[in-house]
């Protein structure tokens, strides 16, 4: 039965793998690409057919799981945002050198813009790297019809294949035509120890094989379904304009296709290399109009020589960061947008902030007061809601970079002497790759004062289960922190004393300290409260 | 026939819930839409907006572009002027008139100035009618009736019969609020 639904890009990508079969998907929660899992975790469908869709720890073990049940013979799914691919690298890249056995779809959003992110890495070059197939669609339907043909491809081609979306698509709503129908797809577990253990003499065949496999790759891309060519009719144009992703919607919203310009949509890779030489062949220059890094913009420089003139990031004709939008492509075709009302002086920005009331507040109001006294302190934050303790009123943060970085950079600087340093990361971000990092200043016995804000969930995503729940104090001292140097209070006003008085103590004290203020995000408190009501 | 909206306010306004109705109406009325969301963290008291394009043809860009609004909708009068540069020409502005004063220097005299300048507002206290007939969490329902006479491209019943659509799994007390707040937002705009 057909139907039409109204789906964000995210959902679209669920839906669709859903019914091409999915036995599991394995995430952690990251913005744009959270509601993947979301809404296969609300699926009803999802108990009925045993459809694993719990949280993972992190990325890479999210990564490693779903090749276990690809490897069982079962279709799996990982969803992660941009930077989540960094900490998959490892299995993700070696995946592609085991191959798969059951089709296994890695979905990647990038967030041109950093909406909500600290980088604008594009996902592409990951796919290039580990040499396999990828898949980017430009709109929610897109999104939809290419997983059932995703899953299909790395079935066929024993390879992952990496599927990836920005922001503009996660989050957008379009009306979709589904299918309503599920596929009952699996295979035998794997039984080939030769494919899948990765001493350097199977990888070195698996490499081979890998390698030999691209021109097949690039054949696949130049007939997919999903690669549009338009009025290309080998008539000489001006301009030519090649376009993935995102970036097609802005060319065709600028009427292209009235106009005549001919146009490549590339949504497979690697490059369909062929159909941007005849493209080139029929053009005097090609402009290039992608959301992210110049990826296809490269490639194509390389294919059509140096002569040639390529319009787009590397020309300056678009600009090198920010997403793309219509205006901005309109002005690389020529058109000035029209715009009749300006934006009025004084109009002032509203930065988000953390909620009134929340556990973090305290926590940066009660740092704040004791190292008033240590002119020296350093503050090595962490990933989530408490970033925001970075801007006014509390200005309490020194340093965020990367999931984790708080404890190891904090350690780091006490090796070197300085003092007090002070790491604030989350009760996720902790579980996610925090442990390991305290693991080393343990051994070390560094001089270091770990604050894991514990607010029981994954706040900044919108409230997702929190792997380490529960577990804090048994974890910190399992990994080797002084039981007496594990500290818990509740951060609120109320208790403002005995929290500075803590910090203070565990400051003072030589080697490393965990305090652990604990009290619950007041989103999902309320959230849970409009559910029970007492 | 087109309508692009700009929806806009402050994190936790409810502008998703006036976009998921309008989102409704259109899929029912079997038109075309697209509809840009924002999650993560802008959503914590923070500005907010979302691009709403309805239309009976092809819609490609899910953002829209400059100078295209029929209408900006807002939940929040100095957020609606934060999105001028996309107002068409002879586009509406239907707004709450009650600031949100969550930031230290809130910019009292250049809002009202501003709106002093623009043709086609209609400006509505939301949050006081909602307070004086007992539906706190309708304001936005109330700011949706008041836009819906606009829009053409839809009719303020199939707005309705999405209310019921939306809210109806939140029972039928919420439903019957919701559809008085729509009306009265209408009888406010006429």
Same mark, same amino acid.
């Given at each position: ?151 299909? %491809? ?148 390389? %294919? ?66 004791? %190292? ?163 | ?190």
């Amino acid at each position: 039965m057909n139907e039409t639904r109204l789906l964000l890009g995210d959902e679209a990508i669920a839906l669709g793998a859903l019914h091409a079969g999915l036995k599991g998907v394995y995430a952690y929660p990251g913005t744009p690409s959270t509601e993947i899992t979301e809404f296969i975790q609300a699926a009803e469908a999802r108990d009925r057919r045993g459809i694993h869709c719990t949280w993972s720890s992190n990325e890479k073990t999210a990564m490693e799981a779903a090749l276990g049940m690809s490897y069982a013979g079962f279709r799996s799914m990982v969803c992660m945002k941009h930077v989540g691919m960094n900490v998959a690298a490892d299995a993700f890249v070696n995946s592609a050198m085991t191959g798969v056995n059951g089709g296994l779809v890695v979905v990647a959003a990038d967030d041109p813009s950093m909406h909500s992110s600290q980088n604008e890495q594009d996902s592409r070059f990951y796919g290039k790297f580990a040499m396999i197939p990828m898949l980017e669609p430009s709109t929610q339907q897109e999104a939809y019809d290419m997983m059932d043909y995703a899953f299909a %491809l790395s079935e066929k081609e024993k390879l992952p294949v990496l599927m990836r979306l920005t922001t503009r698509l996660a989050h957008s709503r379009a009306a979709v035509r589904v299918a309503g129908t599920v596929r009952d797809q699996h295979l035998q577990p794997a039984d080939d120890p030769s494919s899948w253990v990765l001493l350097p003499a199977n990888a070195r065949r698996k490499n081979d094989r890998l390698t030999a496999m691209q021109a097949h790759l690039q054949e696949l891309s130049e007939s997919s379904p999903f690669t549009l060519v338009s009025h290309a009719d080998g008539r000489q144009a001006r301009l030519g304009i090649i376009a993935s992703g995102t970036g097609y919607n802005y060319v065709m919203e600028n009427k292209a296709a009235e106009n005549g310009i001919p146009v490549l949509k590339v949504s497979q890779y690697p490059l369909p290399g062929q159909k941007v030489k005849a493209l080139a062949d029929s053009c005097k220059s090609i402009l290039v109009v992608e959301d992210g890094q110049p990826f296809i913009e490269e490639q194509v420089k390389a %294919l059509t020589g140096a002569g040639y003139s390529i319009l787009g990031k590397l020309s300056g004709d678009l600009p090198r960061t920010g997403e793309l939008n219509p205006d901005i492509v309109a002005r690389a075709l020529g058109h000035e947008p029209v715009q009749f009302y300006a934006k009025p002086q004084g109009i002032a920005p509203r930065p988000p902030a953390l909620c009134q009331g929340c556990g973090h507040r305290d926590v940066y109001i009660a740092l704040n007061k004791v %190292l008033a006294d240590y002119p020296d302190a350093r503050v090595f934050a962490d990933i989530g809601c408490y970033t925001l303790g970075a801007l006014p009123p509390f200005c309490a943060i020194d340093s965020c970079v990367d999931m984790g970085a708080s404890i190891t950079m904090a350690k780091g600087a006490a090796d070197a002497g300085l003092h007090p340093a002070v790491a604030v990361i989350g009760d996720s971000t902790f579980t996610h790759s925090g442990m390991t990092g305290l693991l080393d200043a343990v051994n070390d016995r560094s001089n270091i004062t770990v604050v894991i804000s514990d607010n029981l969930t994954t706040a900044m995503t919108g409230g997702q289960d929190s792997a380490g729940t529960n577990k804090f104090e048994a974890i910190c001292i399992a990994l080797g922190v002084e039981p007496e140097h594990v500290r818990v209070v509740v951060p609120l006003q109320k208790n403002m004393e005995s929290i500075t008085a803590v910090i203070r103590e565990e400051i003072d004290h030589e080697g490393v300290s965990v305090i652990i203020p604990r009290r619950e995000c007041m989103q999902t408190l309320s959230r849970k409260t409009r559910k029970n009501p007492k | 026939m087109k309508y692009d909206i700009i929806l806009s306010g402050v994190g936790g306004q409810g502008i998703l819930s006036i976009a998921t109705v309008i989102g409704d109406a259109a899929v029912k009325a079997g038109l075309q839409l697209k509809q840009a969301e924002v999650h993560g963290m802008s959503q914590r008291g923070g500005e907010v907006e979302s691009g709403l394009r309805l239309s009976d043809s092809t819609i490609y860009s899910d953002l829209l572009p400059s100078g295209s609004a029929d209408m900006i909708l807002s939940m929040e009068p100095m957020e609606a002027l934060r999105y001028l540069p996309f107002l068409a020409k002879d586009g509406y502005i239907v707004t709450s008139t009650a600031p949100f004063r969550n930031i230290p220097e809130y910019p009292e005299e250049a809002v009202k100035s501003a709106y002093e300048a623009l043709p086609r507002v209609t400006g509505i206290d939301i949050e006081r009618l909602a307070r004086e007939n007992s539906m706190p969490k309708s304001a936005n329902m109330i700011l949706l009736g008041a836009a819906s006479g606009h829009f053409g491209i839809l009719t303020p019943e199939q707005l309705k019969e999405s209310i019921v659509n939306v809210f109806g799994r939140k029972g039928p007390q919420m439903v019957e609020t919701n559809l008085r707040a729509f009306d009265i937002g209408m009888s406010c705009s006429q």
